[in-house]
DNA sequence: AAAACCAATCGTATATTTGCGATAAAAAAT
DNA sequence: ATTTTTTATCGCAAATATACGATTGGTTTT
């Protein structure tokens, strides 16, 4: 990609909703957020049953919703229980509800 | 990209909220929509003065905004003037909503 | 009719995303 | 100690996204 040659510098607010609308701009992850909120928990394997997707692409997506901070994981050997983050959760929650207004 | 040999479907909704996800996936686009939500409405023109971008650039972004429904184009010759669509504003506004309880 | 203005589109380059299979790592069960 | 189970990561391929300059198309002004 050609890149202006300085990085445009938004305000955190707008810079921390892209990121969080980022994450959310696939079905499978809305799809895996949709899951985590009924279910509250939930293991790698269970959503690799749901999906009709390779494991590592489930852990794929699991990840970039770990790096948003949607969600977080806890090691319950040998699986990994993935939750809701809910402080970040919240977070979001009021950025795009302002958002909208 | 090698993709599934069915394409996955999923809920309406989670492909609607999938896609205003997308648009809003991007800090330029988020800006450009602020910008919109305070002065009602804009031109391009306005938009490549704001922002240090190419007007080809401007344009894709709105362009982007646009097919996701969230602005629409009025011709005020010889500009355009965008403004959010109200509407599927709302819609969205719903759905992201909805999706965060 | 010609020049000027505004915005979309085209063509191109590069970066990122998405997906898969294969492999690796770490713990549990045998 | 070996095998099994579970999940992450690597390497690759293809699609999509981002950005730019140049060009095009439409309208207004001269």
Known sequence: M???LEH????EDTEALAKFAKALSHPTRIAILKHLENQSCCFTGDLV???PLAQS???QHLKELKNAGLIQGELKPPKI???INQENWNIAKSLFQQFFD
């Open 49 to 51: 049953d749901v999906f």
């Open 2 to 4: 050609k890149r202006s």
């Open 57 to 59: 692409t489930v852990s």
């Open 8 to 11: 445009i510098e938004y305000k």
């Open 81 to 83: 229980k993935y939750c």
